[in-house]
């Protein structure tokens, strides 16, 4: 079993991993639908290369799934619950009331109980 301290370091990674405006865009992609490097290149003046660095360091971390679809390699959403935390985000930023349905997911190995007994303790 894990550290408190262990695992507050891998969700601090996690954060740390969405915490770029490319890798924001990415997720907020993801959560339509499955895409191919090459689509989601399309989103951004960049080359595939530069990409590919943001897309693997978001599959190391958990956030991101991947499959190959003959010369493609398709990647999906794994942290489905990431598209809600960015939208509660977002109604913060934007001066609106965010709501707490964001907080508590099936993406994680913590059942909700399991999660608020971690939260209250």
Known sequence: MKTKEK?????AAILKGIAHPVRL????ALACRE???????ELFNFDRTTISKHLSLMKGLGILDS????????????MKCLASLLSCVEKVVLGQEAD?????CGCGSLSNNDREEELNA
Do not use: H, P, T, W
Request: with cysteine.
């Open 67 to 78: 499959r190959k679809d003959g010369l493609n390699v398709m990647y999906s959403l794994r």
């Open 35 to 41: 895409m191919c490097v090459c689509e989601i290149a």
């Open 25 to 28: 865009r990415v997720v907020e």
């Open 7 to 11: 695992l507050q370091e891998e969700k």
């Open 100 to 104: 707490m349905s964001a907080l508590f």
